[in-house]
């Protein structure tokens, strides 16, 4: 019973574990991939209010610096603003991004996410007035690929411009609020109905390796020495997706302690009905000259034994079942929109990280310990002649 019990507890941890830093991992990376990249580079002011006055020309020290860092797998300029975009049906609030579309397929997945039917594609340097939109704002809007709309946004001058566009194709990501809110279309364009020229509201960076965003990000920052520039990185871009990261990790500990808490009471138990079941022979091992140390050690070294077994099958099993998930992935396209709200996507894929592992050995022996300490205290105290009476 107490190694079933502990087995289960380490299974249900790692599983536990590995699904909300699935979770986690998904969410940052869909983030990363969407909207953000995972640095980028504005004028300093333009996170806070995303206006157009906060352009700037990227510079040769710029692109010597992102041409030299090889931790870098892409980059590319970027024209975001914000605007209006309208049909026959309704109008609604957007966040326009101008692209390149070549560089843009190496740093987001909206090139993955476009989709591609019913004459919907991503965009190509020499369409004329295109616009990438969402499922879900073409479903709003009512518009399908081939169909026009309005854009309808401020240029350098603060002059309303109005532009007729293309639908090109619609894509469809696993952030919903990033769908909602945000139309694509092509750099050149902005930059000629914008009056901003050669000029650029920001850089967006992807990286080989998400680990290395906070050294990549200093190593630019000496590089560049412009103190008009801000680089930050997908931590400062969003603060509330690392909240949100925290919050989820606080909620682990709390499973963890109701775990272990009936762990705790399952060994405790378990080891006080064996030193019941063993009473009379402790009673004559006491009445032979046995110290209540070592009865005391005995049930001790017992219990660890049986946490090291308990702790090992619950190791096996648990890393064993989340490392098959984590190539199969678990599929909740049932409950897909609500996955779709916290941007994780509907197959989340476990994932144990060298330190749950570390976490779980240490917590269960200290868990079995503490659990054996009235057992093993009970047991040291049997009186000889009230044991050997015992029926």
């Known amino acids: 019973m107490v190694i079933s019990s502990i087995a289960f507890g380490i299974f249900a941890m790692i599983l536990s574990m590995g699904f909300m830093n699935g979770m986690n991992r998904q969410m940052v990376e869909n983030t990363i991939r969407t909207s953000l990249g995972h640095i980028a580079i504005h004028r300093r002011g333009f996170q806070d209010s995303m206006k157009l006055r906060y352009h700037f020309r990227p510079s040769e020290k710029i692109m010597r610096a992102l041409s030299a860092a090889p931790e870098i797998s892409g980059y590319a300029p970027r024209i975001t603003m914000e605007g209006i975009i309208r049909s ?27 989709i591609r039917k019913e004459g919907s594609r991503f965009l190509r340097g020499g369409d004329i007035n295109p616009v990438l939109i969402s499922t879900s704002l073409g ?13 309808m ?12 566009m293309t639908i090109t194709g619609l894509y469809r990501t696993p952030v919903e609020n990033f769908d909602k809110y945000t139309v694509f279309t092509t750099l050149s364009l902005l930059r000629k109905e914008t009056g901003l020229g050669n000029n650029i509201t920001g850089i967006t960076i992807h990286l080989k390796n998400s680990r290395a965003v906070d050294s990549v990000k200093e190593a630019l920052i000496h590089a560049v020495s412009d103190d008009s520039l801000e680089i930050l990185s997908w931590k400062d871009m969003a603060p509330n997706l690392v909240s949100a ?35 009379h022979e402790i009673g004559v091992m006491k009445s032979i000259g046995t110290r209540p140390l070592w ?26 079942v989340t490392s098959l998930l984590s190539a199969t992935g678990i599929d909740f396209s ?48 049997i009186r000889p002649l009230e044991a050997l009476h015992f029926i």
Request: no cysteine; aromatic share 10%; proline share 3%.
């Open 88 to 114: 026959s049906e309704t109008s609604r609030p957007v966040s326009v991004v101008g692209i390149d579309p070549e560089k843009e397929k190496s740093i987001t997945g909206v090139y993955t996410y476009t």
């Open 139 to 151: 479903d709003k809007l009512g518009l399908m690929p081939g169909d026009r709309l309005v854009l």
């Open 153 to 164: 946004f401020q240029n350098k001058s603060k002059e309303i411009v109005g532009l007729g």
């Open 245 to 279: 990261v925290k919050l989820f990790d606080s909620m682990m500990y709390i499973f963890f302690g109701i775990i272990f808490i009936v762990v705790i009471f399952s060994i405790a138990n378990t080891l006080v009905m064996a030193i019941m079941e063993r009473f």
């Open 295 to 320: 009865i005391f050690s005995m049930i001790m070294i017992e219990a660890v034994f049986l946490g090291i077994v308990g702790l090992t099958a619950g190791l096996v099993i648990g890393s064993s």
């Open 334 to 381: 049932f409950y897909m929109e609500s996955m779709r709200t916290w941007g994780t996507g509907s197959i989340i894929y476990p994932a144990v990280k060298t330190m749950d592992i570390v976490a779980a050995v240490i917590i269960v022996m200290i868990t079995t310990i503490l659990a054996a300490l009235y057992p093993a205290v009970k047991a040291a105290r």
